[in-house]
Structures are given as C-alpha cells and as structure tokens.
C-alpha cells in the first residue's frame, strides 16, 4: 500500500475494495504507515461488520545472541489503538486454533504435548486446552519466571506455570531415537 498524495486529506479519499469485510494483521516487514491508514479506513467504512483479526500478540521476537526484533503483536497493538477496538486473535494462546485442529482430526488431549518456548502464549494455551505442557528455555522466558508464576497464588499466574521445561529442544533428541 502506497499513500496516494502528499497529504492525509488525499490518504483519506483513496478508493476502497467494497468486497473487503475482515482487517488481519499477521506478521509484515513491509508494515507501514500506508497500510495502518488503510486498515483504519476499511474498519471505519465496515464498523462492526468489518472484522479485526490478529495472528497472535508476540511483543517480540528472540534471535540467537540475546537480541530480538519487535514481534507481531506490535502490529496488531497499532492497528487496534488506530482502530479504537480489540482484535480477535486466532494464534495462541487463544484455543481457535487447537480446536479447529482437533474437529479436523482425532486428537486426544490427554496424549498431547504443547511445547513452546514461551509462558504468555504456547504454556498458557497448553494448559487452557488440557494439554501437557513442555517449555523450552530457548526464547523469551526464564526459569525464575516459572518459579514466580508457581509460587504464586494467583490463578492466572498458575496458568502459565509448564508441566515440564528442557534447557533446549536438543534435550528430547535422545526420548525421540526410542
């Protein structure tokens, strides 16, 4: 999406595709400011009938060395506060995504591992979908963080709390060659 003239006046009369009923706000490198006026001006037209979905709420990215780069959830963050509404997010830690796997196939929960690398979002949807959880300590969360949430007395702080945690993935290599 490319502004259409120098001013907002210009970027506010820019033709809009009528079929178009749902905003979705995945990860893009390519986000723009373009984009985030677009997304504004199709929510605004469709109110209510226009939908406002997100990919997930990941702040942020780790990258190897202990640097990261903004996640997606940022995106979503600027399109909802253009917006001045919530977005429905389908990736974890909401169930939508699970339950659609499991009415496609015949999953048993009780013999399903969710293994992730972060409490806020793999860890908290494992366990709301009654899943055993695995947290690997690769990405975002630490091992005192687990302890805090455990410690804790707060219900919504026991749900991130894992089944299990492995330092890295590496660590199942072994259980996996059985």
Not at 106 to 125: C, E, K, S
Request: net charge negative; charged share 20%.
């Amino acid at each position: 999406a490319a502004l259409p003239g120098p001013s907002p006046a210009d970027w506010a009369q820019a033709p809009l595709d009528p079929a178009v009923r749902a905003v979705l706000v995945g990860f893009d490198e390519h986000f723009s400011y373009a984009k985030l006026c677009q997304a504004l001006r199709y929510l605004l037209r469709g109110g209510s009938d226009c939908l406002l979905v997100g990919t997930n709420r990941d702040h942020r990215l780790p990258l190897e060395g202990g640097t990261a780069i903004p996640g997606t959830g940022c995106l979503v963050k600027a399109v909802e506060t253009a917006a001045q509404r919530e977005a429905f997010i389908i990736g974890k830690p909401n169930r939508y995504m699970f339950d659609c796997v499991v009415s496609e196939f015949n999953i048993d929960p009780a013999r399903t591992i969710m293994v992730g690398d972060r409490l806020d979002t793999d860890i908290l949807m494992g366990n709301s979908c009654g899943l055993t959880t695995l947290l690997t300590l690769t990405g975002v969360t630490t091992l005192d963080e687990v302890k805090g949430h455990q410690e804790s007395d707060c219900p919504a702080r026991q749900s991130l709390v894992p089944d299990y945690y492995v330092d890295s993935i590496a660590d199942l290599l072994p259980a996996l060659g059985d």
